[in-house]
């Protein structure tokens, strides 16, 4: 089945600690997205890559660092430096040439 | 400032009713227009989008689009409860590299 994962699916983690969300697509697309929902909020920008080896800072990219080794994965890493990590992340593929982005489940990442 | 404005409910309408959600935005020379539908604790899902002006049909949605207004509505006939979500606009700006900016999102409840 094509599709994109995201994994796990509820993470949680202690202050201080860096974690790594993980984000696999196997529909061929190029460009991968991060955004961080928050509760009765839009999405919020974090990193998106349009090609393999090139990634962007998006809105709030600061706490955050990701990687493009591959095509099919875009792990985005959260730092302690992020502030209020706790929130509901979000991992998006585009097809080529298009502007729809498509949605993985999501990781409920929780830091006490 | 926010881009992409929507009233963030809670809209509830009876079953089989016309529910009627509104989004506008404040870029002039954005192209590319979105409804994203989200479950209660789940990833949104793309439903329609639009590129030209006038009215898209896609089953029971409708998806209308005035760039001169500036504004986007989703039109969602014989609502069913199964409808019931939070219904997320997204709009790519002019010059945005094919992101989207996404509105925090109107609640719908359909009321048996």
């Known amino acids: 089945d094509g599709g994109i994962t995201q994994s796990p699916k509820y993470l949680f983690r202690k202050e201080g600690q860096n974690v790594t969300l993980s984000c696999e697509q196997n529909?061929?697309?190029?460009?991968m997205y991060w955004y961080r929902q928050d509760p009765g909020q839009g999405l919020r920008l974090i990193y998106y890559?349009?090609?393999?080896?090139?990634?962007q800072k998006g809105d709030i990219a600061e706490g955050y660092s990701v990687s493009r080794e591959k095509k099919e994965s875009f792990p985005l890493t959260v730092t302690s430096a992020q502030k209020n990590p706790t929130a509901f992340y979000l991992c998006?593929?585009?097809?080529?040439?298009?502007?729809?982005?498509?949605f993985g489940p999501g990781t409920r990442l929780t830091v006490t | 400032q926010k881009e992409v404005e929507q009233n963030s409910g809670p809209l509830s309408v009876p079953e089989g009713a016309i529910a009627s959600l509104n989004c506008t935005y404040s870029?002039?020379?954005?192209?590319?227009f979105f409804w994203y539908r989200q479950y209660s604790g789940k990833s949104p899902e793309l439903i329609m989008f639009?590129?030209?002006?006038g009215d898209k049909e896609d089953g029971r949605f409708t998806a209308q689009l005035n760039k001169a207004s500036q504004y986007v509505s989703l039109l969602i006939r014989d609502s069913q409860p199964s409808d019931s979500a939070t219904y997320l606009c997204?709009?790519?700006?002019?010059?945005?590299?094919?992101?989207?900016?996404f509105g925090s999102g109107t609640q719908l409840t359909v009321l048996p």
């Open positions: 998006a593929s585009r097809p080529s040439g298009t502007y729809e982005q498509y």
């Open positions: 529909l061929n697309h190029d460009a």
């Open positions: 890559s349009q090609i393999v080896n090139d990634f």
């Open positions: 870029d002039r020379g954005s192209q590319s």
């Open positions: 639009i590129y030209s002006n």
């Open positions: 997204a709009v790519n700006p002019e010059g945005s590299a094919r992101q989207l900016t």
